[in-house]
């Protein structure tokens, strides 16, 4: 168990409709990362915050968005779903650091699986 | 724009014999690199990363993973497979600099055969 809790583990939804994932890092992290995973593009980094502000953007499509609250949990919102949102999202967290580069590794929880119809 | 290539999609090894997953990198830089495993259902476990220093690295269950600067890899390795090491092993490398966003691999599944 890396400390890293997700909910809901699993989540079934219709096109067009929004959902909200939810991540609390391990206890002391500061960042938080999100990732997507689907058999096309594999594992693929969408955003990262730390102590919440946002610190990084990768591939996430602006229909995506994410949040990090002064608790340090985060929230990751998709929305207008399409059948090619359908993949397994994960947070991960890491101490961080008030600098922008570490050698801080990344713990991952145990994801949530989107399945969008 | 960093980027990681695992060139095998499936590697069988039987119980007991070396375990060998091949990772190849490119970066701006001196990388910093990280192993992870997946199994079914389950999230990514950290295994190893190679921050500096000594070229091979050891870490959890019996893994331990080479830094060839030279060749640009990051083989993971494990003398005497296990049919529990049966899982998707992810092999991902960031720069020193910049954000810590980590670019992985696609992944090589590992089929330990009793």
């Known amino acids: 168990d890396s400390g890293v809790t997700q909910t809901p583990k699993h989540l079934i939804t219709a096109t067009g409709q929004r959902v909200t994932l939810r991540c609390s890092p391990r206890?002391?992290?500061?960042?938080v990362y999100w990732y997507q995973q689907s058999l096309d593009q594999g594992l693929q980094f969408l955003i990262q915050y730390y102590n919440g502000e946002e610190r990084a953007k990768g591939n996430i499509l602006e229909r995506f968005s994410a949040q990090q609250f002064p608790d340090l949990h985060s929230e990751l919102n998709l929305s207008s779903l399409e059948l090619g949102d359908s993949a397994l999202y994960f947070c991960a967290s890491s101490p961080g650091m008030d600098r922008i580069t570490t050698t801080d590794t990344q713990y991952f929880g145990p994801g949530t699986r989107l399945t969008v119809l | 724009a960093q980027s990681v290539a695992q060139p095998e999609d499936q590697v069988n090894v039987a119980e007991g014999n070396p375990l060998t997953v091949k990772c190849t990198y490119s970066?701006?830089?001196?990388?910093?690199l990280f192993w992870y495993v997946q199994y079914p259902n389950r999230g990514l476990q950290f295994l190893l990363k190679y921050i500096t220093g000594d070229n091979l690295v050891k870490g959890s269950y019996g893994f331990e993973a080479e830094f060839n600067k030279s060749q640009t890899s990051f083989h993971l390795k494990k003398p005497s497979a296990l049919v529990s090491d049966s899982a998707l092993y992810f092999c991902a490398v960031r720069p020193p600099y910049g954000n810590n966003r980590l670019a992985f691999g696609k992944g090589n599944q590992v089929v330990v055969i009793p």
């Open positions: 206890s002391g992290d500061l960042s």
């Open positions: 970066v701006s830089g001196n990388p910093y």
